[in-house]
T-cell receptor, first 115, second 114 residues
Framework: DGGITQSPKYLFRKEGQNVTLSCEQNLNHDAMYWYRQDPGQGLRLIYY???????QKGDIAEGYSVSREKKESFPLTVTSAQKNPTAFYLCASSLRQGSYNSPLHFGNGTRLTVT | AQKVTQAQTEISVVEKEDVTLDCVYE???????LFWYKQPPSGELVFLIRRNSFDEQNEISGRYSWNFQKSTSSFNFTITASQVVDSAVYFCALSPYNNNDMRFGAGTRLTVKP
């Protein structure tokens, strides 16, 4: 079955450490996204990528970095520069821009706790 | 600027009651898409519906129905005869026609009690 896999489900890190969240999809989607979810704030876009080797900042990109070396993979690194990294992170994918705003397909999320 | 407002933070109903989740949006675009997603306790968001700004017909899918009113910039979602399995967080979202920059509301947590 096609889908999006995020790992791990729970992640714990010490303050000051960088951490990378994994996101893999086998839907053959061109576009991939990272959202952050905080209680009462809905989903906020961190980064998105329309094609391999290209990505754009979303609303809250500061303190995060991404890469898109393969179509299937869009890892997110939470750096020590991110002031409040503890959150629930959701990865999503969709058909490419121009496909009439196709719905997003989401992974199960990674809950990151930084202490 | 695009903005989606879901004023209801939490709603609690008893099974078999009807419930309406409100969604109000702001956009300067004349062409756009609206979405509803469901987030069950497992965490992943599940797509429910997409409407484009040219199609104001209401839609019904089983116990779910959606009321799109462009004049009031609203896209409300009604669940008829709610069930415990409907308990989830529901998100309304807005996307411009020419890109996938989707903006989400803060979500409404629906609890359906047996």
């Amino acid at each position: 079955d096609g889908g999006i896999t995020q790992s791990p489900k729970y992640l714990f890190r010490k303050e000051g450490q960088n951490v990378t969240l994994s996101c893999e999809q086998n839907l053959n989607h061109d576009a991939m996204y990272w959202y952050r979810q905080d209680p009462g704030q809905g989903l906020r876009l961190i980064y998105y990528s329309q094609i391999v080797n290209d990505f754009q900042k979303g609303d809250i990109a500061e303190g995060y970095s991404v890469s898109r070396e393969k179509k299937e993979s869009f890892p997110l690194t939470v750096t020590s520069a991110q002031k409040n990294p503890t959150a629930f992170y959701l990865c999503a994918s969709s058909l490419r821009q121009g496909s009439y705003n196709s719905p997003l397909h989401f992974g199960n999320g990674t809950r990151l706790t930084v202490t | 600027a695009q903005k989606v407002t879901q004023a209801q933070t939490e709603i609690s109903v008893v099974e078999k009651e009807d419930v309406t989740l409100d969604c109000v949006y702001e956009t300067r675009d004349t062409t756009y898409y609206l979405f509803w997603y469901k987030q069950p306790p497992s965490g992943e968001l599940v797509f429910l519906i997409r409407r484009n700004s040219f199609d104001e017909q209401n839609e019904i899918s089983g116990r779910y129905s959606w009321n799109f009113q462009k004049s009031t910039s609203s896209f409300n979602f009604t669940i008829t005869a709610s069930q415990v399995v409907d308990s989830a967080v529901y998100f309304c979202a807005l996307s411009p026609y020419n890109n996938n920059d989707m903006r989400f509301g803060a979500g409404t947590r629906l609890t359906v009690k047996p």
